[in-house]
């Protein structure tokens, strides 16, 4: 199954901003997203970001000052759980989709890292263009809370997996405590 961009649900309608329109249409080339297009006409306020693969892009407890757009490369999401003293891949994104939102839209600290997989070239939406996009094109209002339902949804997803993960290993635990109870008293 392929995963869908974010702007894959606006398909037959057209943004408008301060330089023009661009409809967004079925179709076309595959080496010029739909993200680039926007941000590069000016249609959605952003700044151009170039990240290179390994590079933090920010890391959990910084202040949320924007959300991210990805027009080229790879993003890992991750979330440190110091109680194993490892983290946890939460997202792997790729073109045409969008993080940073949550944290961003509560005016909340980011609750998880950000880092490059692959060389990225990212748009930054701040909240004054947020604002603005939003004014100007409803549609893509629409669009984000798309885009955070499907983030909750795979979320969930990874919430029910882990949740079976450690059911399995308590039930593993149990066994070994059983084991080590029938020794004690054996021995």
């Not at 909750?152 to 882990?162: G, P």
């Not at 405590?177 to 054996?186: A, K, M, P, Y």
């Amino acid at each position: 199954m392929k995963a869908i961009g974010f702007l894959e649900y606006l398909k037959g309608t057209t943004l408008r901003g301060p330089r023009g329109q661009l409809p967004i249409e079925e179709g076309g080339s595959e080496s010029v997203t739909v993200v680039g297009e926007c941000f590069k006409k000016n249609l959605v306020p952003a700044r151009r970001r170039e990240y290179h693969a390994g590079t933090l892009i920010f890391s959990e407890t910084d202040r949320a000052d924007g959300m991210y757009f990805i027009e080229s490369g790879m993003v890992r999401v991750t979330r440190k759980v110091p109680e194993i003293h490892s983290e946890i891949s939460l997202a792997l994104l790729g073109p045409e989709e969008c993080f940073g939102i949550i944290s961003f839209m509560m005016g909340k600290p980011r609750t998880a890292d950000a880092r490059a997989v692959t060389d990225c070239i990212l748009w930054q939406v701040d909240k004054e263009a947020f604002r603005e996009i939003v004014t100007k094109n409803p549609e893509f209002a629409q669009l984000v809370i798309q885009g955070l339902l499907k983030r909750l949804e795979e979320l969930h997803a990874k919430m029910r997996e882990t949740t079976e993960q450690m059911t399995e290993f308590t039930r593993h635990m149990e066994d070994m405590s059983n084991l080590w109870h029938s020794l004690v008293t054996w021995g």
